[in-house]
């Protein structure tokens, strides 16, 4: 019973900060080198979806099975203590162990690329132009199974030696947070129309503590 | 000539990107399986340091020399078109391939250090304590050379179809700030010690464009 909740616990976090990250690093193997590319995700229940924009190197590589990381990291304050070694970042991140599934059939792929544009811009699908079959069979998508994943997560304030604290030096945490700027419209935009409030207003916000 | 100012260019370019990212994701391989963990990192010339706190498992697996790649990713701006597959992300990346050195020299490893807190924190390092001869020797730094690197950028507005700008949607670009919040001090700062100015007005600026 308590495995289960501890596990349930887990499963909680890790999707959370999958789902809070714009984007993931995917690793793979070459030959015996590794290769970290950024990409984007999303998360559908239990199956990771990655968009194959990030290059041919990485789907030839991946599409057929070979074994991949896909790790998030969101950093959500610095941590700002009294000595060199002592500073840190408060984050929460999460590695994915798994093999990718090349994604074909087409409704499964239309509903990832469904949740790749709501998990960042929520709402924003409706007004879209829907795919076409052409650009869906265009684009490359992996699944992956969140199976063996794992978070990692530090919190709370510097953690400095006992006779540092007597130094004069402030010590504490910044909270970052990730902050929408002025909207730029691109010179087609129809006349009257505004960006919507979830574009003026879009934040990640601090969790910093 | 023209080779030489480009790649003079390039790695101007290669470094600044380096330099601004907060942390790199560091990709290695055990027993085949791809491994991509969080560090931070600094840059002194060409030289890449990374700071050994990640995990005990990428230190063993990257110390002896074998092949790793180090990604930072700055994500600039959120790019918004009329249609799903239009959509990106403005960013800049680095992907440097190489092996790591094990940093013994006592020097050598002082100098990283000093880098790894300047790099997010420029003048702290004046108001620390300076690290023990004991403390460098408990933290592992790897030195890589950047040599195989390169860097990918997007930048400007999205890139419609040509019927779809019909569409009476707002696109654009929403650049994306990395700002700091309220700074927390933590229990023990000494009375009267208010949080710098570097502290108080952090931030990484929009670049969206």
Redesign the interface.
């Known amino acids: 019973m308590r495995h289960r909740e501890r596990a349930d616990y887990e499963r909680a976090t890790i999707h959370a900060i999958l789902d809070e990250a714009?984007?993931c690093?995917?690793?793979?193997?070459v030959d015996?080198?590794?290769?970290?590319?950024?990409t984007?995700h999303a998360r559908i229940d239990d199956l990771l979806y990655l968009h194959g924009a990030a290059g041919n190197h990485m789907l030839g590589s991946l599409a057929d099975g070979a074994?991949?990381?896909?790790?998030v990291?969101l950093?959500d304050a610095?941590v700002?203590?009294?000595?060199?070694?002592r500073?840190?970042?408060n984050?929460r991140?999460v590695?994915v162990?798994g093999a990718g599934r090349r994604v074909v059939d087409a409704g499964e792929k239309g509903r990832a690329?469904?949740a790749?544009?709501e998990r960042?811009?929520p709402g924003?699908?409706a007004?879209?132009?829907?795919?076409t079959a052409q650009?869906l069979e265009l684009?490359t998508v992996l699944a992956l199974p969140i199976e063996e994943a794992s978070a990692k997560i530090r919190t709370g304030?510097?953690i400095?030696l006992e006779a540092?604290?007597?130094?004069?030096?402030?010590?504490?945490?910044?909270?970052?947070?990730?902050?929408?700027?002025?909207?730029?419209?691109?010179?087609?935009?129809?006349p009257g129309?505004?960006?919507?409030p979830e574009?003026t207003s879009?934040s990640r916000k601090?969790r910093?503590?």
Request: glycine letters at 8%; aromatic letters at 8%.
């Open positions: 714009l984007i690093h995917v690793g793979f193997v015996g080198q590794p290769f970290v590319l950024p984007t074994p991949l990381c896909v790790t990291t950093i610095l700002l203590a009294r000595s060199y070694f500073h840190s970042m984050y991140s590695v162990l690329m469904h790749l544009i960042v811009h924003r699908s007004l879209l132009r829907a795919p650009e684009t304030p510097p400095d540092d604290y007597a130094r004069p030096c402030w010590a504490g945490v910044l909270p970052l947070e990730l902050k929408g700027g002025t909207p730029v419209p691109d010179a087609r935009v129809l129309l505004a960006p919507p574009i879009w601090p910093g503590g």
